[in-house]
C-alpha cells in the first residue's frame, strides 16, 4: 500500500487518538487499551513499509503518549513524583532528543568562542568577567589558591545564594524560549562565551588544573543542568515555530508542558550543584587529588546517565511493552 493511501485510510483514527490524549474526547481505559493496540500496528507496519517517513515519528510519538496515558495510573506506578523522574521526564527527553543535542553543540561552539576570543583579546576576559572579580583572582593566584572566592561567606548562605542564582538562570533559559528559541539561544550565548573566557584566564595564569579541581567539583552538574534547560527551551520555541498536525495553541501547550517538565527535572541537581558549591568546593585545594578527580567524575556520570542514557533504557523498554501487548 502506498503511504498515501495508508494515511487516508488509518487518518480518522489517529484524529480519535489525539482527542482521547489531549482531552477533547473522554475514553475509559479498556477503551484507550484497545486503540493503542491498532495504533501499535498501524506503528509496526509503518515502520516496515515507510521506515524513513514522518509517518513513523508521528505514530511513535502518539504511541509514546498514548503509552504513559493508559499505564502511569498503574498501582506500582502510584507514586506521582517516583513516575515523574523515572518514566515521564526520560520518556520528554526521549521524544526530544534532537533539542539536547543541538543544546550540547551549541554549548561546545560558543565556549569555543569565549576561549578564542579570550586567546585573541586580552581586554575580553575583562569586559566578560568584571575588572574587580579579575583583580581579585589574580591576587588568590599569587596568593597560591585560585578558587579563594569559594571560601567566602558560610556555607549554608553561599550555598542557598548560588542555588537561587543557578535557578533564576534555568528558569529564565527556559522561559526565554518562547521567543522562538532566540532568547534561550543568548543565554545559552552569553553563559557559554563566560564561560570559556573564564577557563582561558586560569589557564593563561597557569592555573587550569587547579582551577578544575575546585570548580568543576559543582560545576560539571551546574553546567550540565543549564544545558538542558536550554534544550527546555528550545522544545519550547519549537513548539511555537513547528506545531505540525496540531493547531499552534495545541502546540504550544504540548511544548511548554514538556519543557516544563524537563525544568522541573534538572532542579535537584541544581540543588545538588549549590550545596557542593558552598560546602565542598572551598576546600578542594586541601584534598587528595584522586578525591576531587573522583568528586567531579561521579557527578558528571550521574547526570549524564539521567539526561543521555537513561531516556533510551526507558524507550527501550517501552518498546517491549508495545510489542507484549499485540
Same mark, same amino acid.
Given at each position: *500500500?502506498?503511504?498515501? @493511501?495508508?494515511?487516508?485510510?488509518?487518518?480518522?483514527?489517529?484524529?480519535?487518538?489525539?482527542?482521547? &490524549?489531549?482531552?477533547?474526547?473522554?475514553?475509559?481505559?479498556?477503551?484507550?487499551?484497545?486503540?493503542?493496540?491498532?495504533?501499535? #500496528?498501524?506503528?509496526?507496519?509503518?515502520?516496515?513499509?515507510?521506515?524513513?517517513?514522518?509517518?513513523?515519528?508521528?505514530? #511513535?510519538?502518539? +504511541?509514546?503518549?498514548?503509552?504513559?496515558?493508559?499505564?502511569?495510573?498503574? !498501582?506500582?506506578?502510584?507514586?506521582?513524583?517516583?513516575?515523574?523522574?523515572?518514566?515521564?521526564?526520560?520518556?520528554?527527553?526521549?521524544?526530544?532528543?534532537?533539542?539536547?543535542?543541538?543544546?550540547?553543540?551549541?554549548?561546545?561552539?560558543?565556549?569555543?568562542?569565549?576561549?578564542?576570543?579570550? @586567546? /585573541?583579546?586580552?581586554?575580553?576576559?575583562?569586559?566578560?568577567?568584571?575588572?574587580?572579580?579579575? %583583580? *581579585?583572582?589574580?591576587? #588568590?593566584?599569587?596568593?597560591? %589558591?585560585?578558587? +579563594?572566592?569559594?571560601?567566602?561567606?558560610?556555607?549554608?548562605?553561599?550555598?542557598?545564594?548560588?542555588?537561587?542564582? %543557578?535557578?533564576?538562570?534555568?528558569?529564565? $533559559?527556559?522561559?526565554?524560549?518562547?521567543?522562538?528559541? &532566540?532568547?534561550?539561544? =543568548?543565554?545559552?550565548?552569553? /553563559? $557559554?562565551?563566560?564561560?570559556? +573566557?573564564?577557563?582561558?584566564?586560569?589557564?593563561?595564569?597557569?592555573?587550569?588544573?587547579?582551577?578544575?579541581?575546585?570548580?568543576?567539583?559543582?560545576?560539571?552538574?551546574?553546567?550540565?543542568?543549564?544545558?538542558?534547560?536550554?534544550?527546555?527551551?528550545?522544545?519550547?520555541?519549537?513548539?511555537?515555530?513547528?506545531?505540525?498536525?496540531?493547531?499552534?495553541? @495545541?502546540?504550544?501547550? &504540548?511544548?511548554?508542558?514538556?519543557?516544563?517538565?524537563?525544568?522541573?527535572?534538572?532542579?535537584?541537581?541544581?540543588? +545538588?550543584?549549590? =550545596?557542593?558549591?558552598?560546602?565542598?568546593? !572551598?576546600?578542594?585545594?586541601? *584534598?587528595?587529588?584522586?578525591?576531587?578527580?573522583?568528586?567531579?567524575?561521579?557527578?558528571?556520570?550521574?547526570?549524564?546517565?539521567?539526561?543521555?542514557?537513561?531516556?533510551?533504557?526507558?524507550?527501550?523498554?517501552? #518498546?517491549?511493552?508495545?510489542?507484549?501487548?499485540?
Amino acid at each position: *500500500m502506498r503511504e498515501v @493511501a495508508f494515511i487516508k485510510q488509518n487518518k480518522e483514527k489517529w484524529l480519535e487518538f489525539e482527542q482521547a &490524549i489531549f482531552g477533547k474526547a473522554k475514553k475509559n481505559p479498556d477503551e484507550l487499551a484497545s486503540l493503542y493496540i491498532h495504533l501499535v #500496528n498501524d506503528l509496526s507496519y509503518s515502520q516496515t513499509y515507510y521506515p524513513k517517513s514522518k509517518t513513523v515519528v508521528y505514530l #511513535n510519538h502518539l +504511541a509514546s503518549l498514548t503509552y504513559q496515558k493508559i499505564y502511569k495510573t498503574k !498501582r506500582e506506578e502510584s507514586n506521582r513524583l517516583v513516575y515523574f523522574f523515572k518514566t515521564e521526564v526520560p520518556l520528554i527527553i526521549y521524544e526530544n532528543r534532537r533539542y539536547v543535542l543541538y543544546a550540547f553543540l551549541l554549548f561546545f561552539v560558543f565556549t569555543a568562542i569565549g576561549v578564542i576570543s579570550a @586567546a /585573541n583579546d586580552g581586554a575580553f576576559v575583562r569586559l566578560i568577567l568584571g575588572d574587580e572579580y579579575v %583583580n *581579585m583572582t589574580l591576587e #588568590n593566584i599569587e596568593k597560591g %589558591n585560585p578558587v +579563594a572566592v569559594y571560601k567566602s561567606g558560610s556555607n549554608w548562605g553561599s550555598a542557598v545564594g548560588i542555588t537561587a542564582n %543557578n535557578l533564576y538562570v534555568g528558569i529564565r $533559559c527556559f522561559v526565554y524560549g518562547i521567543f522562538a528559541g &532566540i532568547g534561550t539561544l =543568548m543565554m545559552l550565548l552569553f /553563559n $557559554c562565551i563566560m564561560l570559556g +573566557a573564564f577557563q582561558y584566564f586560569f589557564y593563561e595564569q597557569g592555573v587550569f588544573w587547579e582551577s578544575v579541581r575546585g570548580i568543576w567539583i559543582h560545576g560539571a552538574m551546574e553546567i550540565f543542568a543549564i544545558v538542558i534547560e536550554a534544550a527546555a527551551g528550545f522544545i519550547l520555541g519549537a513548539s511555537i515555530l513547528f506545531p505540525k498536525t496540531y493547531s499552534r495553541l @495545541a502546540s504550544f501547550k &504540548i511544548g511548554f508542558k514538556n519543557g516544563l517538565k524537563i525544568l522541573l527535572s534538572t532542579m535537584p541537581f541544581t540543588f +545538588a550543584a549549590g =550545596m557542593l558549591e558552598g560546602f565542598v568546593t !572551598r576546600y578542594s585545594p586541601d *584534598m587528595p587529588r584522586v578525591l576531587n578527580v573522583f568528586i567531579i567524575l561521579f557527578t558528571l556520570s550521574v547526570i549524564s546517565f539521567y539526561f543521555l542514557i537513561y531516556p533510551f533504557l526507558v524507550h527501550k523498554k517501552l #518498546n517491549k511493552n508495545h510489542v507484549s501487548t499485540l
